[in-house]
């Protein structure tokens, strides 16, 4: 499967964004789907995954509350609703995937996931 993220930009502390990962190459449904992020000279770090079936989504802890990861298999998109941005949420934000399920452990381990889209930028202002 291809992945294709969108949605980045420039926005102001508190403000909100919405990411999204459109898929293509086959139906997208089966897969686990994760957001990463990489703020400049950090290592890459997971931020939000959903499973095929859409419940149960788990998140980084300090962006529960604000982010939220749904999905759209009509589409075969995935979201991240970034609400209450902080300058600390710089950084590119990227979408992965695998088919079928990754256990609840492995979640935010992005060696579990196959494919990754490209990258998206996301700058948040103070």
């Known amino acids: 499967v291809q992945l294709q993220a969108s949605g980045g930009g420039l926005v102001q502390a508190g403000d909100s964004l919405r990411l999204s990962c459109a898929a293509s190459?086959?139906?997208?449904?089966?897969?686990?789907v994760g957001w990463f992020r990489q703020a400049p000279g950090r290592e890459r770090e997971f931020v939000a995954a959903?499973?095929?079936?859409?419940?149960?989504?788990y998140y980084k802890d300090s962006v529960k509350g604000r982010f939220t990861i749904s999905r759209d298999n009509a589409k075969n998109t995935v979201y991240l609703q970034m609400n209450s941005l902080k300058p600390e949420d710089t950084a590119i934000y990227y979408c992965?995937?695998?088919?079928?399920?990754?256990?609840?452990?492995?979640?935010?381990?992005?060696?579990?996931?196959?494919?990754w889209g490209q990258g998206t930028l996301v700058t948040v202002s103070s």
């Open positions: 959903i499973r095929w079936t859409g419940g149960n989504p």
């Open positions: 992965a995937a695998r088919y079928n399920r990754i256990i609840q452990s492995a979640l935010a381990d992005a060696a579990m996931y196959t494919s």
């Open positions: 190459g086959r139906a997208f449904s089966s897969d686990t």
